[in-house]
């Protein structure tokens, strides 16, 4: 089995670590570089909780190598908040909304969230919903997703859709 | 909400407060939301290694050799285990309800395996891929044979595990109607005879099973396990492993769902710990999806046949319920699934009701709880009253206000004895109507039909037994303990454990307004089983009404405790003691006041102070035992579209009227039916575990197995119709309901679509080909794989007819006389008693005695080898049990009536 060097930045630090080939992206940041917000459900693709973003797309770390992500950037559920401890606006929507029960599910939630919306993003609401059918949740019966996925897209109504438009 | 503490003994009402019954944040979430939860994969210990199973290809066979000589020498591995390296533990894998099982289960497989996916093999490795390298290479030679997969299978086949008679893993009930029953149906006007098959669920929690094992020494041991109750873990894990002198630790901070699959640990969990003691070494499994899908125990499985008679009008007359459910190899519990029984009238009138119903072991992986086991009741009697009201000509509606039981006609009892005093279906079912506007449907469903699309109503009532305690050694009570710290902040302890019910969110806003505190100030502790006292967890829609009284209890004596201490400190009455914000204050009087930290530092440091007799501290602790049951009831509304061209089902409304008590939050209660509900979607449309006839998994992965996701599921409206019940704070459990009531309601929406072209058979999931089939007169489902065999199975020799057994002739004189160890197949398990019986001529005495205690028998006759006697029980009920035995030589066999329990095998031989 080969190994290899590789560095990257994780939630705004720098990494460095010496992966097997086959190491994947989502083993490498929960076992090496402590990152146990990545949550593997299904370890092929189907799931969504090990969703991460890598130069800010959204991705499953289950399906990518460790050595693929070689001089990336990584943001995983951990690197949203705020350094004060202040949630990101997916989470607080998140929160406000009951949108997670066993939170297994959660971390990959969010990062599609926030993936998707935010400054500069134009996602409606057909579109986020239309994203999050790619995590499969067994607790909530996806409402407080919904009503999140509802309030953070760009052609959300009321002033609650600000929260997420704005971040 | 103010200080209005003082004790009470039943509910008043709806209670609401500042905190009870609002919509609050969870305390849960901001962890979980940042990835800070702590789930059991998160957590590592100096020193630990990881383990890998090999796994059996096939689904029955014996093991003719096993060499590990390859995957030893893979760089990284310590130990390879086979179940010879565990015998010496000899562990009993008991039940929920600590009953042995009725088949030799062992963690790993002991010369035989009896389903594809049985641990065969354990290595031990430095981490998890080079244990997967190693467990690849291991060599097991199989002798295969032809596997029983389907519960016709086992009907006919080979028994499943050598030496038993059948495939009979459990049966209770009446082989042939009862004669009076039988004569009920044929004479009534109309008798429907309607059939449900239910598929094969997987339990699917998103956290899959896991395990960390942590010997500490011989005497001490840590488990960090994914499960239901870290208590319930510890007191199993000690009876099954048969060390009590073991100090067990369990820990479970986050537990990504449960279900049902994780209520304690089994073949794999088992094998880990073994494994950890014996390698003196940290070990930790980690199960993956495929694993899950293929080896975890799986749910449901289950057909039934419900015979319904009623009279012109749509009155029930009579009914009989014939159920089977698929046990698998070894299931976690030998079950035939009373309660589904019990339970498949008790909302209704119905006068007369009789069953058979039986547990089958196949060749599959076995079978455990899944949210509201016994559900298929609602759905079989829901299914059946629909296709009764088309026949008859009835709204499905009037066929139910018809039959529900009203409030008004309560206190009664079921048709099963249950007693029934304040359930509310019917009353649910108004208030549905009052929201939904059916004769609008009806006109929009009939100009839709003349379009060609195809809309339905679906409507479905129901009760659930809910936070039941005392009837069941394991079903307990809760315990809440709880202090004011001398910071004035208040920390608790409790019994419950939250796979996601948020039981830390409820219990807090429960402690906050009993006390007078912030909800901020409260944390609230659960998740580890040194701590607190013992509960089954989440099991049986519980921890809302039983832990949520006991929070109030607790509670409300630690604010007595305040108020006194106060009174003492600043010389007032009690009554005229206010808390409020952590603030104490005085009515009519507000110089005097003083915080709840000032309070407690005096009552912690401060002694002296105290009021002569008060113990120093600010610290309660209650554990509730709540009434031995509460029910939950609700009626669902859905409305469908169905495909004319795709057969695809399309879930345009979905309203739920539910009464569940106090809500302690509206927010974490709409989750819990939600979720419940989104799970019935899927066992109604998506979800199948699925086998080829040699026992193939066709469903490993989830490209397979069909979980539903947000696209497939609607928003749910809620009608709250909520009446407080008889347990302290007035909660009512919600925990399964959704799953249950959500199945019924879905399939009566479709086959009301598809009224125009004929009955739709309710064999879930009804997939798009199957609604296409029905729509289009013929069969248009795909033809079911056949796997190729590889080398032909030896063909296990076909069961010889039993003998019955009372035609047995005994050989010699008949010895009676004596004592004799015996075992009743009863639903909560086998129960072990040992008989004494004396003769004299034709009169038997003696009594039966078991860990419960023992019992006298009364009117007793003896004749030949067949002995006659009964036994009067209080618990769980008042029964009659009739024993009929016969003995043989040193066997005693026969069958034990148990009232409306039916019969129960018993068997046994001579001490
Ligand atoms: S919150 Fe449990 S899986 Fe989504």
């Known amino acids: 089995m080969s190994n290899h060097k590789i560095e990257l930045t994780i939630n705004g630090r720098q990494y460095s670590g010496d992966v097997e080939a086959r190491t994947s992206l989502a083993d490498f940041l929960r076992d090496d570089a402590g990152f146990t917000g990545v949550h593997l459900g299904c370890e092929h693709g189907v799931c969504g909780a090990c969703t991460i973003t890598v130069d800010g797309r959204a991705v499953r770390s289950c399906l990518m190598l460790a050595v693929q992500a070689n001089g990336a950037t990584v943001v995983t559920a951990e690197g949203l908040a705020a350094e004060d401890g202040t949630l990101h606006p997916v989470q607080q929507v998140m929160m406000e909304e009951h949108a997670l029960q066993c939170g297994f599910c959660t971390p990959g939630v969010v990062m599609t969230l926030a993936s998707l919306t935010g400054e500069g993003k134009q996602c409606s609401q057909a579109q986020i919903e239309g994203a999050m059918s790619g995590h499969i949740c067994r607790c909530t019966g996806y409402q407080g997703i919904r009503r999140s996925a509802a309030r953070l897209a760009y052609d959300a109504m009321g002033d609650s859709a600000q929260q997420g438009g704005d971040a | ?911």
């Open chain 2, 1 to 911: 909400m103010t200080n209005m503490n003082a004790p009470e003994e039943k509910s008043a009402g709806i209670l609401t407060g500042k905190y009870i019954g609002q919509r609050v944040h969870r305390k849960e979430d901001p962890r979980l939301l940042t990835g800070h939860g702590q789930f059991v994969d998160d957590v590592s210990v100096p020193g630990q290694l990881h383990v890998a199973f090999t796994r059996s290809p096939v689904a029955r066979a014996s093991i003719v050799s096993i060499s590990s000589d390859y995957a030893r020498e893979v760089p990284g591995v310590h130990a390879i285990y086979t179940q010879q390296d565990l015998a010496d533990f000899n562990v009993d894998m008991i039940s929920f309800f600590l009953a042995s099982p009725d088949v030799k289960t062992t963690p790993l497989a002991d010369g035989r395996v009896a389903y594809v996916g049985e641990p065969v093999v354990m290595v031990i490795a430095d981490s998890r891929a080079i244990a997967e390298d190693a467990a690849s290479l291991v060599e097991v030679e199989y002798a295969e044979e032809t596997p029983l997969i389907t519960i016709d299978d086992a009907r006919h086949g080979a028994p499943v595990h050598p030496g038993r008679e059948d495939n009979i893993a459990a049966q209770m009930g009446e082989e042939e109607i009862d004669e009076d029953l039988e004569a009920l149906l044929q004479a009534a006007p109309h008798l429907v005879t309607h059939k449900v098959v239910h598929q094969r669920i997987s339990q699917s929690p998103m956290e899959t099973r896991g395990v960390l094992a942590d010997p500490e020494g011989p005497k001490e041991l840590t488990l960090y396990i994914t499960c239901q109750s870290p208590h319930m873990v510890e007191r199993w894990t000690s009876l099954a492993l048969g060390k009590p002198d073991m100090a067990i630790r369990v820990i479970a901070k986050d537990v990504g769902g449960g279900f049902g699959l994780k209520n304690h640990p089994w073949k794999e969990e088992v094998a880990v710990i073994l494994a950890a003691l014996k390698f003196r070494r940290p070990l930790k499994w980690i199960e993956d999806r495929y694993e899950n899908l293929i080896g975890a125990n799986q749910a449901r499985e289950q057909e039934m046949t419900l015979q319904v008679a009623l009279d012109n009008d749509g009155k029930l007359l009579a009914s009989h319920g014939d159920y089977s459910c698929n046990n698998g190899a070894f299931p976690q519990l030998s079950e035939c699934n009373i309660a589904v029984h019990m339970f498949v009238w008790g909302a209704y009138k119905m006068p007369a009701y009789g069953f058979l119903t039986r547990g089958w072991y196949t060749n599959t992986v076995g079978y455990a709880a899944y949210r509201g086991p016994w559900a298929m009741e609602s759905l079989v009697r829901e299914t059946a009253l629909d296709v009764a009201a088309r026949r008859l000509g009835i709204d499905p509606i009037e066929i139910r206000r018809k039959n529900l039981v009203t409030l008004s006609e309560q206190p009664t009892e079921s048709c099963m004895q249950i007693p029934l005093e304040d359930v509310t279906p019917a009353e649910c079912l108004e208030k549905l109507l009052g929201y939904f506007d059916v004769d609008a449907f009806r006109r929009e469903q009939a100009e839709a039909r003349e379009q060609g699309r195809y809309l339905g109503l679906g409507i479905a009532a129901y009760i659930e037994p809910t936070g039941s305690a005392g009837a069941i050694a394991t079903m307990t009570g809760e315990l809440a303990q709880v202090r004011i710290e001398p910071t004035g902040k208040v920390t608790a302890t409790m019994s419950t454990h939250s796979q996601g019910h948020g039981t830390q969110t409820t219990m807090a806003q429960i402690f906050a307004d009993r006390l007078g505190v912030s909800y901020e100030d409260v944390s609230v502790f659960e998740g580890d089983s040194s701590r607190g006292g013992f509960s089954p967890g989440a099991a049986g829609s519980r921890q809302g009404v039983i832990a949520g009284g006991a929070a109030i209890l607790a509670a409300d004596k630690l604010a007595e405790k305040v108020r006194t201490l106060a009174a003492h400190l600043l010389q007032v009455e009690a009554a005229a003691i206010a808390i409020d914000a952590g603030q104490i204050s005085v009515a009519g009087n507000p110089d005097k006041s003083i915080s709840l930290g000032e309070l407690a530092n005096i009552a912690y440091g401060e002694p002296d102070r105290l009021p002569p007799g008060m113990e120093s501290g600010l610290e309660a602790q209650h554990r509730y035992q709540p009434p031995p049951m509460t029910f939950a009831s609700a009626a669902n509304a859905c409305v469908v579209e169905v495909d004319r061209d795709t057969g695809f089902v399309k879930i345009q409304r979905w309203i739920s009227s539910e009464d569940c008590g106090t809500p302690l939050n509206p927010a974490v209660v709409e989750g819990q039916v939600s979720g419940g509900l989104a799970q019935a979607i899927g066992m109604v449309l998506l979800e199948e575990v699925g086998f080829d006839e040699r026992g193939n998994p066709t469903a490993a992965t989830y490209k397979d197995y069909m979980m539903p996701a947000i696209s497939d599921i609607p928003t749910f409206e809620f009608v709250h119709a909520n009446t407080p019940s008889q347990s302290v704070g007035g909660m009512r459990g919600v925990g399964e309901g959704g799953a249950i009531i959500g199945a019924p309601t879905l399939v009566n929406a479709i086959a009301d679509a598809l009224a125009p072209f004929g009955e739709v058979e309710v064999n879930l999931p009804l997939t798009p080909a199957k609604l296409l089939s029905v729509m289009e007169g013929r069969d248009l489902t795909p033809p079911k794989v056949v796997a190729p065999v590889a080398v032909e199975p030896v063909a296990p020799a076909p069961v010889a007819e039993p003998v019955p057994a009372a035609d047995a002739t005994p050989a010699g004189p008949v010895v009676i006389d004596g004592d004799w160890k015996m075992i009743l197949s009863t639903p909560m398990g086998p129960q072990e008693m040992q008989g004494h019986f004396e003769t004299s001529g034709d009169n038997l005495s003696g009594y039966l005695s078991s860990p419960e205690g023992q019992m006298e028998f009364t009117g007793s006759v003896v004749n030949g080898n067949n002995l006659v006697f009964d036994l009067k029980v209080t618990k769980p009920m008042k029964i009659t049990l009739k024993y009929n035995l016969l003995i043989d030589g040193d066997k005693i066999s026969g069958k034990c009536k148990m009232g409306i329990f039916g019969s129960a095998k018993l068997t046994g031989e001579r001490l």
